[in-house]
């Protein structure tokens, strides 16, 4: 389960040149069997997918609009079995099998017309993993935004900026707060299951005023 959002498990930080997705290649160093992994379109791509599958993890993507996803093989939730290529194997030589669920979200507060969503995972066995949970997991994805807006504006603070003038100041108090924030979300898990209360429950905003509290009155004792 992905709820309530959970501690920030890895990073990588770079400058302004380094895209996302080299960024994002180096990540597999912290996936391991029984984790699923959910991305967004933008990181589709044969070497990424089988650099985090080679870990045993299972994945979860969503598709660019453009992918051609062949059906190779209808499933009977409605989802099917299709390949990836590599972009520098045209001839189609090193195929990656996946399955593909294709959706639309309605009822979102819009007048436009509903999004359409397709997404390709490692679970291929829709009577263990049937298409319609999957969909329903993914939205889960989004909860990541909440995790950054605890980070950036909850425990930095609004529009404060950081206070170091050099690039190894920045990176130490940037990996501070994931520290911290890692730190804080543990400690509202632990409450929640101290006091038996879906994590849901707890809020960030007054777990961190707390521990601001505890490092105020007794220095020392709150630490990641």
Not at 30 to 50: H, I, T, Y
Not at 111 to 136: N, S
Not at 192 to 221: K, M, N, Y
């Amino acid at each position: 389960m992905l709820d309530p959002p959970p501690p920030v498990l890895d990073a990588e930080l770079a400058g302004c040149r380094t895209g996302e997705v080299t960024l994002v290649g180096r990540l597999p160093r912290s996936c391991d069997a029984g984790q699923l992994v959910l991305a967004d379109r933008g990181f589709l791509g044969v070497p990424l997918w089988r650099a985090f599958t080679a870990t045993g993890a299972d994945l979860l993507w969503r598709v660019p609009a453009n992918r051609v996803l062949p059906v190779r093989k209808l499933l009977r939730d409605g989802s099917w079995l299709s390949d990836i290529h590599a972009g520098t194997d045209p001839a189609k030589r090193d195929l990656v099998q996946v399955r593909v669920l294709a959706y639309q979200l309605k009822d979102t507060g819009s007048a436009a017309a509903p999004d359409d969503y397709r997404l390709v995972t490692t679970l291929l066995d829709p009577r263990r993993y049937p298409a319609r949970q999957l969909a329903a997991l993914y939205r889960e994805r989004w909860e990541i935004e909440s995790v950054f807006a605890e980070i950036k504006t909850c425990q930095r603070g609004a529009k404060v900026v950081l206070s170091s003038k050099t690039p190894d100041g920045v990176l130490q108090q940037i990996w501070a707060h994931l520290l911290v924030h890692h730190a804080l979300r543990e400690l509202m898990l632990r409450t929640a299951a101290t006091r038996q209360l879906d994590p849901d429950r707890i809020s960030f905003t007054e777990t961190l005023r707390s521990a601001r509290r505890s490092v105020t009155v007794t220095p020392g004792g709150f630490s990641p």
